[in-house]
């Protein structure tokens, strides 16, 4: 069965308008749902999927944060460690409530989409997935990974990371966070002590993408070295930021001759 794409865009339109679209925040999400839902159809297409795989592929992407938005009108953050899951929020949305209906009528997609919204923000996946769900977690979950890039240039600091502009200017960079981004993986939110770590963990994501074309799409956004490009009056944190634009630029002409 095929994807009714405008139906599933019109159900997220309508589910979106519940809330505050004149929030900033809110509108942070529509924009960013549609950006992933858009990179996830480029990455499947990119694997030469036919068109229906990369209909589901980009329904994946279209539903992977309707959670965010209750997320936000409960706790007035995005911020799990302070709230919630988002991830299992909107699994919940979506399969507890029943809305997934809004979108499509076959039920035979659920347990796929269900794992894949579910999993999307995880340090890891399970190892016991088959390939083809894995497949679908990774296509949405490098989709994510590269517009979150995005966001955290184009939302001051400040707001993402609920910090003060000078607290912002004087952060060190805790060594661990140091350390697992030259280990090239993502950084454990637990190793995160101050305000510049949540940058580096943030470009330490483009370690962890799983397709080629994942890694084009950094490359030609830009997003990346903006985020690199950390505003500091530390020296220390200088010297370090400008030895990771460094190692990140080594490391991605390697995977992208």
């Not at 069965?1 to 809110?26: C, H, L, Q, S, W």
């Not at 959670?67 to 799990?80: K, S």
């Not at 399969?95 to 989409?113: A, H, K, N, T």
């Amino acid at each position: 069965m095929t994807i009714d794409r405008r139906r599933a865009r019109e159900a997220f339109a309508g589910y979106a308008a519940r809330y505050n679209a004149a929030d900033p925040k809110v509108k942070l999400k529509i924009d960013h749902t549609y950006r992933v839902a858009a990179l996830c159809d480029r990455i499947a297409a990119s694997l030469g999927l036919p068109p229906e795989e990369r209909d589901l592929a980009w329904l994946c992407g279209l539903l992977h944060d309707v959670g965010r938005f209750e997320q936000l009108r409960r706790y007035g953050t995005f911020n799990d460690a302070e709230s919630i899951d988002h991830a299992a929020m909107s699994a919940r949305v979506l399969f507890e409530e029943g809305r997934v209906r809004d979108y499509l009528d076959d039920p035979s997609r659920d347990e796929l989409l269900r794992t894949a919204v579910a999993w999307h923000s995880a340090y890891r996946l399970p190892a016991e997935l088959d390939s083809r769900t894995r497949m679908f977690c990774q296509i949405l979950r490098d989709a994510d990974k590269v517009d979150i890039l995005r966001v955290n240039v184009e939302v001051p600091m400040e707001e993402i990371y609920n910090v003060s502009t000078e607290a912002l200017r004087q952060s060190p960079v805790t060594p661990e966070v140091l350390q697992a981004f030259y280990g090239h993986h993502c950084v454990l939110r637990s190793l995160k002590r101050f305000p510049a770590d949540n940058a580096v963990g943030h470009a330490s994501l483009v370690f962890e993408l799983c397709y080629p074309e994942s890694l084009r799409a950094v490359s030609e956004q830009g997003w990346l070295w903006k985020l690199l490009d950390f505003p500091t009056a530390n020296p220390a944190t200088a010297e370090a930021f400008a030895a990771m634009r460094a190692e990140m630029h080594r490391w991605l002409a390697e995977k992208l001759p």
